[in-house]
């Protein structure tokens, strides 16, 4: 996993909780579930090569 992965889920995580904020400050506690949802999405598609190399890894380590 490289390094710039891990700076792009942080800065995602930065700015998915301040837009959360100040949607619930302002009223839109939905607007706010939605964009922390989609903030998790989007990490998790980002994170999917990574799991599936792993399980591949594990798969090969174990049919030897």
Same mark, same amino acid.
């Given at each position: 996993m490289s390094e710039a992965l891990i700076f792009k889920i942080a800065a995602v995580g930065i700015l998915v909780s301040v837009l959360s904020q100040v949607l619930k400050h302002s009223g839109r506690e939905e607007q706010a579930f939605l964009t922390s949802l989609a903030g998790l999405l989007l990490v998790l598609f980002w994170i999917?090569? *990574?799991? *599936? @190399?792993? +399980?591949? #890894?594990?798969? @090969? &380590? +174990? #049919? &030897?």
């Open positions: 999917i090569p *990574y799991v *599936y @190399q792993l +399980f591949e #890894t594990m798969q @090969q &380590l +174990f #049919t &030897l």
